[in-house]
T-cell receptor, first 112, second 118 residues
Framework: DAKTTQPTSMDCAEGRAANLPCNHS???????VYWYRQIHSQGPQYIIH???NNETNEMASLIITEDRKSSTLILPHATLRDTAVYYC?????????????FGKGTRLHILP | GAVVSQHPSRVICKSGTSVKIECRSL??????MFWYRQFPKQSLMLMAT?????????EQGVEKDKFLINHASLTLSTLTVTSAHPEDSSFYIC??????????????FGNGTRLTVT
């Protein structure tokens, strides 16, 4: 079973920041938080990951609470192309051979 | 960056025939690859873990004789859907962990194969 819970869907106006929450209350000390998104009929795309510090890259920012039980993915200026299903995954490391289970994700709709 | 190539992107076949899907890691070696299936409006469901040089590990409920997996080399895994039926129509996605970078490098996904069985 997936170790994360996310809202089923969210709407965000184009140009505004999209904040996607994820709960991972049973996360272990050595597990990272990874975010992926899947645009319709494509394979999942890596966005960002972090352990306990906040992270930022060219796509998004990741805010992890101090107790690490939840996190928020922030798309700072959402565009229509950001419409996708966003998956939050917790895992020790992505390059291990352990299997990866996806939850249901959040379907993000960017509204023009 | 690391790339996983999946082929074909779309395939239509007749009921009873077999279809082979290839998954290649283009610039890194992958001793393990994962195969997922996705039905419309649902999440990815792990089918099996492909292991180079040994047998694949199948998830509960996935028929190993129907979904044949061969991990022939460190850069190629294949999934063959044997005696396909309309209920096998789905989006099949492969992925491979790691690459040249660090311990916690991302999992890389292919772009999927849309299988339609008529």
């Amino acid at each position: 079973d997936a170790k994360t819970t996310q809202p089923t869907s969210m709407d965000c106006a184009e140009g505004r920041a999209a904040n996607l929450p994820c709960n991972h209350s049973t996360i272990s000390g050595n597990e990272y938080v990874y975010w992926y998104r899947q645009i319709h009929s494509q394979g999942p795309q890596y966005i960002i990951h972090g352990l306990k510090n906040n992270e930022t890259n060219e796509m998004a920012s990741l805010i992890i609470t101090e107790d690490r039980k939840s996190s928020t993915l922030i798309l700072p200026h959402a565009t229509l192309r950001d419409t996708a299903v966003y998956y939050c995954i917790v895992r020790v490391a992505m390059n291990r051979d352990d299997k990866i289970i996806f939850g249901k994700g959040t379907r993000l709709h960017i509204l023009p | 960056g690391a790339v996983v190539s999946q082929h074909p992107s779309r395939v239509i076949c007749k009921s009873g025939t077999s279809v082979k899907i290839e998954c290649r890691s283009l610039d890194f070696q992958a001793t393990t690859m994962f195969w997922y299936r996705q039905f419309p409006k649902q999440s990815l469901m792990l089918m099996a873990t492909s292991n180079e040089g040994s047998k694949a590990t199948y998830e509960q409920g996935v028929e190993k004789d129907k979904f044949l997996i061969n991990h022939a080399s460190l850069t190629l895994s294949t999934l063959t859907v044997t005696s396909a039926h309309p209920e096998d129509s789905s989006f099949y996605i492969c992925s491979a962990p790691g690459g040249r970078s660090s311990y916690n490098s991302p999992l890389h996904f292919g772009n999927g194969t849309r299988l339609t069985v008529t």
